[in-house]
């Protein structure tokens, strides 16, 4: 009989990043990989994204961002190693805020690595919501670690993540704020809010050659959908969607919308070997 592989298989890279290897019923499947935002949990993506990728056939690779990894750059060279530890071929990645971020500094510096890339809820430079959230970010830190309530930090994230639409939806704020709070009790003193580029960088992103899908949240508040749409008129080729009734967590917020945006785009990729993919 032929091997199959496992549905779930998990490792660390040298970096430290804890990685987990989702495969479809049956061997084979083409690998996807998948960068969480700011926050780098790659629990994130298992709500809705890996398992419509994998009822699609795909191998998808989740991982949590490694300890230091900061930054886009910090972040790019930790899915570059990803990359490498588990000898993927070109791949498709698909990135949410910081995660976008990581993936367009791959298509500069590596675009070996990538077959293509789906960039949700990106930005191209520095802007005045992005610099402000870094101004609130560093003065939470110099606060001495101290944190928000978790109640409040809930309400706090319910207000920047989701749109109009699901705040107006009295049954799905209560699961909401269940879940931001859950978050608040587990995760480091944080708002989770976007990253952004140190310097304009849509000039250099001229230079992109691979085949790219920007899709921005129509009510984003963190990473205004405006945003997104320079970074598309950047690269060359790129298409640009925008969901509405989304805000900057649109990918769990309208998963159907998402994942049929994510799909269709994987399908007008060019296959790459799907035995190239292994785990050492």
Request: charged letters at 15%; glycine letters at 12%.
């Amino acid at each position: 009989m032929p091997d199959r592989m496992p549905a779930r298989t998990t490792g660390r890279t040298p970096g430290g990043a804890a990685y987990t290897l989702h495969a479809p019923a049956g061997a084979g499947g083409a690998p996807v990989v998948l960068v969480a935002g700011a926050g780098g949990s790659g629990r994130i993506w298992e709500h809705h994204q890996v398992p419509a990728l994998t009822a699609a056939g795909h191998r998808v690779v989740t991982f949590d961002h490694p300890p230091g990894a900061g930054g886009p750059a910090g972040l790019a060279r930790a899915v570059s190693e990803l990359v490498s530890v588990l000898g993927l071929p070109p791949c498709p990645l698909v990135g949410h805020s910081l995660g976008a971020l990581a993936v367009q500094e791959l298509l500069l510096e590596e675009p070996r690595l990538a077959s293509g890339a789906l960039l949700a809820a990106t930005r191209g430079r520095p802007d005045p919501v992005g610099r402000a959230m870094a101004r609130a970010e560093a003065a939470l830190a110099d606060a001495g670690g101290s944190r928000l309530p978790p109640a409040y930090e809930a309400f706090v994230r319910l207000g920047q993540n989701l749109s109009p639409r699901t705040l107006a939806d009295g049954g799905a704020v209560e699961e909401w704020l269940d879940l931001f709070e859950i978050a608040a009790l587990t995760a480091p003193a944080t708002l989770h809010g976007p990253a952004a580029p140190d310097r304009d960088r849509l000039a250099d992103y001229a230079r992109i050659t691979a085949p790219v899908r920007v899709v921005g949240f129509a009510d984003d508040l963190l990473a205004p959908a405006p945003l997104g749409r320079e970074v598309a008129g950047a690269i060359p080729g790129a298409r640009w969607t925008v969901l509405p009734d989304t805000g900057h967590l649109g990918f769990l917020e309208r998963p159907a919308a998402f994942n049929a945006l994510l799909l269709d785009f994987l399908a007008t990729l060019t296959p790459t070997d799907p035995g190239a993919a292994r785990v050492h």
